[in-house]
């Protein structure tokens, strides 16, 4: 993908762009403007809702359950159920969708998103 461009609001010139995370500062070399802004991950712009989908498991642990009873706040016979049977565990936008994928890898929980996931 090409590289934006940024023009300089006072004179048109094409401004010298420093990126320092997570601010972007823009220096006109021209008139000496100076912008700082925030750069964007895409993961940040997308607007997808993202659905996690449990794969079913004959024996979930006791924190597996526990796990599931904190995202989505259903008491401990239902995060069981839903572990055992599989089925949509939250739908949510992409940020919040790799927090919880995060989880659920580290408590070797098997699921998958829909639409495909890309971060
Ligand atoms: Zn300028």
């Known amino acids: 993908m090409e590289e934006n461009k940024y023009i300089c609001p006072k004179c048109g010139t094409e401004m010298i762009a420093v990126y320092e995370k997570p601010a972007?500062?823009?220096?006109c070399p021209k008139c000496g403007c100076k912008i700082a802004t925030t750069k964007w991950e895409d993961i940040d712009l997308d607007d997808t809702d993202y659905k996690i989908v449990l794969k079913s498991l004959?024996?979930?642990?006791?924190?597996?359950?526990?796990l599931i009873s904190n995202l989505t706040g259903q008491n401990f016979?239902?995060?069981?159920?839903?572990?055992?049977?599989?089925?949509?565990?939250?739908?949510?936008?992409a940020i919040e969708i790799r927090e919880k994928k995060k989880l659920l890898?580290?408590?070797?929980?098997?699921?998958?998103?829909s639409p495909e996931f890309p971060y």
């Open 58 to 66: 004959a024996h979930p642990s006791m924190d597996q359950v526990k």
């Open 24 to 27: 972007l500062n823009l220096t």
């Open 105 to 113: 890898n580290e408590n070797d929980v098997d699921f998958s998103i």
């Open 77 to 93: 016979i239902a995060s069981k159920r839903l572990l055992e049977n599989g089925g949509v565990l939250l739908s949510a936008k």
